[in-house]
């Protein structure tokens, strides 16, 4: 089956230390991106790329970190400099840029830092 | 910076009736997608409809279909024969493929069924 794996679905993290959230696809899509959802609130972009190699910042890039070696991984680390990473956080690929709005959705990874 | 407003923070529906949920939009830009996307309680997003800016026609699919008012910059959904299955969260997005690649969502309008 085609889609996206986000693991794990929930991760706990002590303040201060990095954690990495993986997200992979087997879909053959160039494009990837990282959400992050606050409760009772939309998605915010973190990253995202269009390519191997190649990605950009999205609105709320502080604190994060993001590497796309492979074209069907694109893992995310959380760093001690988020101030407030708690929240659920949601992969998805697109075919390409043209196609970018019609994204498909892994099944998310709920971070909770205690 | 383009915006995406969804000014129904919840709405309630009967099984079998019809409902329409609101979004709004700004933009300047003349070539974009509007979407509408649900989350159900797994909290994985699924597109459930897509609407391209050159097109006048406004998009179905089965039971649900949109209004575009491009004038307006407006962008409802309307679910028809609504089902239990269709309890969720629903999220507007905007998309413009030539200024800045990025998916702008709304807040969210969370759509209650009733048996």
């Known amino acids: 089956d085609g889609g996206i794996t986000q693991s794990p679905k929930y991760l706990f993290r002590k303040e201060g230390q990095n954690v990495t959230l993986s997200c992979e696809q087997n879909?053959?899509?160039?494009?990837m991106y990282w959400y992050r959802q606050d409760p009772g609130q939309g998605l915010r972009l973190i990253y995202y790329?269009?390519?191997?190699?190649?990605?950009q910042k999205g609105d709320i890039a502080e604190g994060y970190s993001v590497s796309r070696e492979k074209k069907e991984s694109f893992p995310l680390t959380v760093t001690s400099a988020q101030k407030n990473p708690t929240a659920f956080y949601l992969c998805?690929?697109?075919?390409?840029?043209?196609?970018?709005?019609?994204?498909?959705f892994g099944p998310g990874t709920r971070l909770t830092v205690l | 910076a383009q915006t995406v407003t969804q000014s129904q923070p919840e709405m309630s529906v009967q099984e079998a009736e019809t409902v329409t949920l609101s979004c709004t939009y700004d933009?300047?830009?003349?070539?974009?997608?509007l979407f509408w996307y649900k989350q159900p309680p797994s909290r994985q997003m699924i597109l459930v409809i897509r609407?391209?800016?050159?097109?006048?026609q406004n998009a179905t699919e089965n039971r649900f279909s949109v209004n575009f008012q491009k004038a307006a910059k407006s962008f409802s959904l309307k679910i028809s024969d609504s089902q239990l299955g269709d309890a969720a969260m629903y999220f507007c997005?905007?998309?413009?493929?030539?200024?800045?690649?990025?998916?702008?969502f709304g807040g969210g309008t969370r759509l209650m069924v009733k048996p």
């Open positions: 998805a690929s697109s075919i390409g840029v043209r196609t970018g709005g019609e994204q498909f």
């Open positions: 879909l053959n899509h160039d494009a």
């Open positions: 790329s269009q390519i191997v190699n190649d990605f």
């Open positions: 933009t300047s830009e003349s070539d974009y997608y």
């Open positions: 609407q391209e800016a050159y097109k006048q």
């Open positions: 997005a905007y998309y413009p493929p030539n200024a800045g690649n990025m998916l702008t």
